[in-house]
T-cell receptor, first 116, second 110 residues
Framework: DTAVSQTPKYLVTQMGNDKSIKCEQN?????MYWYKQDSKKFLKIMFS???????INETVPNRFSPKSPDKAHLNLHINSLELGDSAVYFC???????????????FGEGSRLTVL | DAKTTQPTSMDCAEGRAANLPCNHS???????VYWYRQIHSQGPQYIIH???NNETNEMASLIITEDRKSSTLILPHATLRDTAVYYC???????????FGTGTRLKVLA
């Protein structure tokens, strides 16, 4: 079973459209993340949720809206897509131990978004 | 901004040890050093982490200098499958934020 799974793996769409990427983890982790990797390969954190609560919200345009229906799922909805949104989006999860320390990240395989 | 600096690229002969350096001169006492790698365009994969002691697992060893301002990831017997981008990350204890730098592109040569 895949620990962190994202769908779709590839997404090609026109500028101005709205699209969603879904992420699910079966590791029982409390915390989930969205990272964006652009064409220069920089991995930048976008959002993080802990037990369905938003805890990290980097300077991301408000066209991007994460949603966590439960702690195993973190979806990313993007409105009015722009050319610059083309990137690979990675979902990740981690567990917080009893001492409050966050463990290592487990990443999904990525969702490659191409905006034409 | 990333708190680490790494060489852009390195080559290593297959079967030899690959030593990947990382500078984190502004690290604080409660910040861990993590290493991840990304093979081609797959999701990054955790390798190892440490606070101040040297660490070893089945994948690699992590050597942290006494002043904690730098560390070295060692892959003892590099194989072609170890060709990847290796990221050194500093994470503050109790926070959820991992900030990735530009990484080192390691090429293992046959």
């Amino acid at each position: 079973d895949t620990a962190v799974s994202q769908t779709p793996k590839y997404l090609v769409t026109q500028m101005g459209n709205d699209k969603s990427i879904k992420c699910e983890q079966n590791l029982g982790h409390d915390t989930m993340y969205w990272y964006k990797q652009d064409s220069k390969k920089f991995l930048k954190i976008m959002f993080s949720y802990n037990n369905k609560e938003l805890i990290i919200n980097e300077t991301v345009p408000n066209r991007f809206s994460p949603k966590s229906p439960d702690k195993a799922h973190l979806n990313l909805h993007i409105n009015s897509l722009e050319l610059g949104d083309s990137a690979v989006y990675f979902c990740a999860s981690s567990q917080v131990d009893r001492g409050g320390t966050t463990g290592e990240l487990f990443f999904g395989e990525g969702s490659r978004l191409t905006v034409l | 901004d990333a708190k680490t600096t790494q060489p852009t690229s390195m080559d290593c002969a297959e079967g030899r040890a690959a030593n990947l350096p990382c500078n984190h001169s502004t690290i604080s006492g409660n910040e861990y050093v993590y290493w991840y790698r990304q093979i081609h365009s797959q999701g990054p994969q955790y390798i190892i982490h440490g606070l101040k002691n040297n660490e070893t697992n089945e994948m690699a060893s992590l050597i942290i200098t006494e002043d904690r301002k730098s560390s070295t990831l060692i892959l003892p017997h590099a194989t072609l499958r170890d060709t990847a981008v290796y990221y050194c990350i500093v994470r503050v204890t109790g926070t959820y934020k991992y900030i990735f730098g530009t990484g080192t592109r390691l090429k293992v040569l046959a």
